[in-house]
């Protein structure tokens, strides 16, 4: 059997809690690689990953390797092949005796977590390890993070494939068809409500899922707005923010990066751009992507924008200028 060290930062988190078992049931890295899994907390929480070590062990899997625990992002790391960084901190917690509210703030907080992990990340990881962001705001927490990993081998990314896959389930709805036949969805820019879900581009079996729609007012104001906001109904509808559906996609993004795409498809995540589309280069922005026969990750080139879409890559692109400029101090 091949072995493979995976880290998950926010391991007594919800969506931990869903992710761990699959990334040790061989569903994740494959039938006949031994997962070695660190789990990583915080000191006033680390004690309880021993209780989901052992449902992980009662789980029974063989591809099962090490499982550890620790509050030490260095022990963490240390030759980790796959980093999953999904611990945060939630808008609305009081720290310092402040409720954290502006995104001003989050960013900054979070902001300090990454630049802690990604210096750890960078010294200590494998040198061609991938790092996955799932803990929000994604996008600038890996900016934060690759910028101090310094370590150019590495991949980082930024979780987008929640949102591809919210965008592909309501077009198949309203296409009435199975969410199998939508494909090629790309998520522009942001994990954030200003995310530009590519309906055009998108294709139901096929064909334009635009042109099969053919319903310009439901796709401008209907659709954008339920996928960019759905993070936001489920909280409302569930009192808790979206975790077995966070962790799918999380898994879905590791299997993306690992085997090659299906030629004609795309999978979504944020990566360092390269000034793809006129993107500023270095921001991480959410980019149809596809995994070559090498095991190399691309941006896939020469997409139709038209000008609604580059209306919304404007809108998302200066929202992450203006997050980066908010944690300037933390990119030094
Ligand atoms: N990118 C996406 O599509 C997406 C989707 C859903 C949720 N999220 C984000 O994922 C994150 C986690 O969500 P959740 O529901 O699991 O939250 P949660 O609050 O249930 O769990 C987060 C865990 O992270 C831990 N943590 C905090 N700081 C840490 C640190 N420095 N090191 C290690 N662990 C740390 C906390 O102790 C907690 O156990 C949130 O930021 C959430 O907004 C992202």
Redesign the pocket.
């Given at each position: 059997m091949k072995e493979i060290n995976v880290a998950v930062?926010?391991?007594?988190?919800?969506?931990?809690y869903s992710l761990l078992p699959r990334l040790i049931s061989g569903e994740t890295f494959g039938e006949d690689t031994k997962v070695n899994l660190r789990l990583?907390?915080?000191p006033q929480?680390v004690d309880k990953l021993e209780g989901t070590i052992m449902e992980l062990i009662d789980c029974g899997f063989r591809q099962t390797g090490e499982l550890t625990a620790t509050s030490d992002?260095k022990e963490g790391v240390k030759d980790a092949d796959w980093i999953l960084l999904?611990?945060?901190?939630?808008r609305g917690i009081v720290v310092d005796g402040k409720k954290i509210e502006e995104r001003s703030d989050l960013l900054k907080i979070n902001g300090g977590?990454f630049t802690a992990?990604g210096s750890a990340i960078g010294e200590f990881a494998k040198s061609d390890a991938k790092i996955l962001v799932?803990?929000?705001p994604?996008n600038t927490n890996a900016l934060i993070g690759k910028n101090q990993a310094n370590n150019p081998g590495q991949q980082w990314f930024?979780?987008?494939a929640?949102?591809a896959n919210r965008a592909k389930a309501q077009l198949a709805k309203k296409a009435e068809v199975e969410i199998s036949a939508v494909t090629n969805m790309a998520i522009w820019g942001n994990?954030s409500p200003t995310m530009y879900p590519d309906p055009n581009n998108a294709l139901i079996n096929g064909v334009s899922a635009s042109e099969v729609i053919n319903d310009k007012d439901w796709i401008e104001n209907d659709y954008l707005p339920l996928v960019q906001q759905r993070?936001k109904a489920v909280i409302d509808a569930r009192g808790?923010?979206?975790?077995a559906s966070?962790a799918n996609?999380a898994i879905d993004t590791v299997k993306a990066v690992e085997s090659p795409t299906a030629e004609g498809d795309c999978f979504s995540a944020a990566i360092a751009s390269d000034g793809s589309y006129g993107v500023p280069e270095g921001l991480i922005f959410g980019y149809p992507l596809k995994t070559n026969s090498d095991g190399d990750v691309e941006i896939i080139q020469g997409i139709e924008i038209n000008n609604f879409a580059q209306e919304k890559i404007d809108v998302t692109t200066q929202e992450l200028l203006e997050e980066k400029e908010a944690v300037k101090d933390l990119l030094s």
């Open positions: 930062t926010g391991g007594a988190g919800q969506i931990a990583v907390e915080i929480v992002i999904v611990g945060s901190i939630p977590i992990q799932v803990g929000n994604a930024a979780m987008t929640l949102d994990h993070g808790a923010s979206s975790a966070a996609a």
